[in-house]
């Protein structure tokens, strides 16, 4: 039998067009008549094994959060991506086949969607994408219309490009003093194309607002918490994709004659922020010119979803700056991230959801697989310690919005991410939502149901999905509440510093945050649990050295063959493994399936190494049943070899924990009184009094 075609060559997706110079604000593209010009597209890669996924993650491609079992949409940004793909082995579908002619049909759809539309059913009513501008109009808008509900801050660092980053905290007497209630935050854009991520963000912003007073469930949850919206974290890269990505269609202006569309390389599909060079300032403008000289403005940049601290320079984050998911020189090297950093770690943050586009996922942390080892301690990251909760409040959200609820790191492996770190550093429950089912930015109808629900889902939607987070947020039983007397009017700060563990090492982190006891001199602060989750006690699940049961055969396989021997399980076990060795330095694969009561036969694992390298297949909770395992010779050899299959039960182990505290200080007029440490749970109250805060 032949094997299957899993090294089929990659077809080249080269389209031909011919891009004509034009000046984009002020920017002369040369024109290439004649040339082949490659158009960015959208493809979907076979990736049917873990290995495959793994093997297209070195390939510095730009992929989507749009995977499955065995396939991961990519974006294809110039002929020397589709090469890297041949190279590799990988074969792809095209879905988009020229993102730019998509783009300009975008633009077309939204424009006429605008000019239709005089309210869209949204909060704001809005019709059509925002800009920076507007996000900027509209928080400003909405803190001059309701100046006790709601204000606006600029974040502690520009962007590189020069640019203010702008937020709006929403909350009852929101420009009184913090009076220690559970902050939910929001943000959106870390990716520059994804703007839904933002328009979702700013929405729930406006509704909370717009209901406030009316609205029974959204007064009460605002009353509870202060809410911080960050729509835009990504200015820059933002600022490029929303207004560079406009494509003039030349078909339009000569009555469809001749003229293809024309596509300025432009940013509409920049993922990355506006670093040019590391360690350097970008001078301000520079960014727009920068793109120039990598195709879409593509090259340049960091990726701030790979340059957080949490478990930063790990796998799923390149170190080479070309690369879409390049984590940048030092962990929290860009201003952006530094600013979510210096925010989460000044207030008490007990969820967060940030956003993206695309997928319709729910995730939660950790971005890499429990499985990986990070360090040179050898213990596996394990899943977090809250996996349970995480799990409950991700899927709860998922049945709002529709979207698959799921581990970060099931797709593919990240390190560097948002709520990697600051679910990590903090304890707060942090959430990643891939907005939308197909695309960046879609026609802007799209936004709209997803933001209130369609079909199935209408009336739910990201709105529900939010309300709930916002609603885990303020619940004490998902974090940590300290209560007591204290004198009115002093300042009481936690703060704790300790290491955050990096992929290979670690950074220090402070988290320092402050409330005013109030009048009556008595104060109820909603805080994180003491202790971080990455330090607790933590369950381990080793394999036993002994099989329970295990089986060999060895023969061999001529060229282009493959060879079939049945194993069946006949009792419970925690793991099957099946391996298989050959002396030669041959390269033969394995594929594992179910046999079906009907005799078919369902694939449910595979191996297919480098050259050389052995293979191996793990199976975790193997259903009892007949499995196939199928030895297949890619080379022009016929080697003997081993196959081996072997059922082990596991045992769980805890690694012992730590016991963290926070030092609680009481501070009047600027001096600290009182000093004590405080060690809380998740879901605990604590009273710790203050009054000796209040004597001389
Ligand atoms: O890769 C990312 O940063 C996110 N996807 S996106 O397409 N919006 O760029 C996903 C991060 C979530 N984490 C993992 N998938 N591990
Ligand atoms: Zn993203």
Redesign the pocket.
Known sequence: MLPALRRRTALAGISTAVLVGLTTAGLTVPAAAEDEVFRPQLVTVDTPTREDKQLLQTLGLDLT?HAGHDYVEVVLHTPADVAALAAAGLGFDVRIPDLLAREAEINRLNAAYAAATVSSPLPSGRDTYRTLDDYNADMAALAQDHPDLVKTFTLPHPSLDGRPIQGVEIGKDVTGPDRGLPVFLMLGV??AR?WP?GEHAMEFAVDLVKNYGTDRRITDLVDRSRVIVVPVVNVDGFELSRTDGALIDLRETDGGGTATILGTPGNAYKRKNCRLVDGQDTPDGACRAGSLTSPGGFGTGVDL?RNYGGYWGGPGASDLFADPTYRGAAAFSEPETQNIRELVSGRQVTTLITN??FSNLVLRPNGAAPDLVPGSEGIPLGDPFDEAALKELGDAMAAQNGYTSQHAWELYDTTGSTEDWSYNATGGFGYTFEIGPDEFHPPFPEVIDEYLGAGAYAGKGNREAYLLALENAVNPETHSVLTGKAPAGATLRLRKTFASPTWEGSIQDTLDTTMTVGPNGRYTWHVNPSTRPVVMDRQVETVSGEPVQEQSWSGTTAPLQSTDQEFAVTQDVDLLEITLDWPTPDDLDLEVYRKNTDGSLTQVGSSGNAVAEKERVLLQDPARGAYVLRVSNFASVTPSWTLTAALFQAETSTVPGLVEAWTLTCERDGRVVQRVPVVVDRGQQLRVDLTACGRR
Do not use: A, P, V
């Open positions: 959060e870390h990716h994804e991520s979803n993206h586009t």
